[in-house]
């Protein structure tokens, strides 16, 4: 039997084979630019930061947080598949947001343009006010709104987003009319209702666990109360259905690998299977999920359908 080259170069190719495995394995082999399409404060910000130490401790390398915002996330969205795509690059991706931004007009993506590859948490939708509110309960409001059409201003986080969405929802199901302001994100949407320049806010959860003492949460649209909040009721305790809330996940720019998007979906998962980071999260006022990238385009289509069909319901569409 006879072998084409010397011992020497057999030798040699063995080692390139093994240095090719121990770099594979490596990966992410250099700090990682972690790219949040809103401004800082937020919810996406937030759960970035929380994400940063654990993802360190496990993967051995940095999660470089920095914001690109504008136009809802539009502007990032838009500017995610010119980025680098050697996988060490991500962004940060909410739903409804990506379904409804480009089915209301052209905003420079498609939502089957973009790659997220897990979905790890959301926040439920929450009616806040302020401590010094004249509203106690959700009940007061519906009451002062069908007395005073249009004069509950609700301050949220942008247009055709789930705080809009949750909006005309609300004021179907209760048989009232309030005045949604729009804001760029939550940070901007808090801040003008503790200023009181609105009456309440449409936020999540979260601002509930951020803002404490200064704020109020009149109901929350979740399954079960919140375990951070057992005082505070479910919309469907109070006789409205309403279940929802903003998703956050982890895409990356088309043309990252099959690898490397199967690589980060196992490496997000794993920091959210931490319960450690799950406690952190909980006490943050977020709600854990996990969607996998195998299972991402039968839950992007889906989740698709859904979000379109409610947005045409409450006229954000046509």
């Known amino acids: 039997m006879r072998f084409f080259g010397s011992t020497r170069t057999i030798v040699a190719a063995a080692a390139?084979?093994?240095?090719?495995?121990?770099t594979a394995a490596a990966f992410p082999d250099k700090p990682v630019d972690y790219i949040i399409p809103f401004g800082p404060g937020?919810?996406?910000d937030i759960a970035a930061r929380l994400q940063q130490p654990f993802f360190k401790q496990k993967f051995g390398q940095d999660l470089v947080v920095s914001y690109k915002e504008g136009g809802g996330g539009a502007v990032g969205w838009a500017q995610l598949n010119s980025l680098n795509s050697d996988g060490h690059t991500i962004m940060g991706i909410n739903l409804p947001h990506v379904v409804i931004q480009p089915a209301e007009k052209d905003v420079g993506y498609k939502m089957e343009d973009l790659v997220p590859v897990y979905w790890f948490q959301y926040t439920p939708d929450a009616i806040v006010v302020t401590a010094g509110s004249q509203f106690k309960t959700l009940e007061d409001m519906i009451a002062y709104a069908k007395e005073n059409p249009g004069r509950v201003t609700f301050s949220g986080s942008g247009k055709g987003t789930a705080n809009h969405l949750a909006q005309v929802r609300f004021d179907e199901l209760a048989g009232?009319?309030?005045?949604?302001?729009?804001?760029g994100g939550t940070g901007p949407a808090t801040t003008a209702m503790l200023g009181e320049q609105v009456?309440?806010?449409?936020?999540?959860t979260t601002v509930g666990a951020a803002q404490g003492e200064q704020v109020r949460m009149l109901a929350v649209a979740m399954e079960e109360r919140h375990p951070l909040f057992p005082d505070v009721p479910t919309f469907k305790e109070l006789g409205f259905d309403m279940v929802g809330g903003a998703l956050r996940g982890i895409a990356v720019?088309?043309?990252?690998?099959?690898?490397?998007?199967?690589a980060w979906s196992d490496m997000i998962g794993e920091v959210?299977?931490?319960e450690a980071f799950r406690k952190q999260m909980l006490d943050g006022g977020f709600a854990l999920i996990d969607i996998p990238y195998e299972e991402m385009d039968?839950?992007?289509?889906?989740?698709?359908?859904?979000?379109?069909a409610a947005a045409r319901e409450a006229g954000i569409l046509k």
């Open 16 to 22: 390139v084979a093994l240095a090719s495995v121990g």
């Open 42 to 44: 937020g919810e996406s």
């Open 176 to 183: 009232i009319k309030t005045t949604y302001v729009p804001f």
């Open 199 to 204: 009456v309440a806010s449409w936020g999540y």
């Open 253 to 262: 720019p088309s043309g990252v690998s099959e690898e490397h998007r199967k």
């Open 272 to 274: 959210n299977k931490d």
């Open 298 to 308: 039968a839950y992007m289509n889906e989740q698709k359908e859904a979000y379109l």
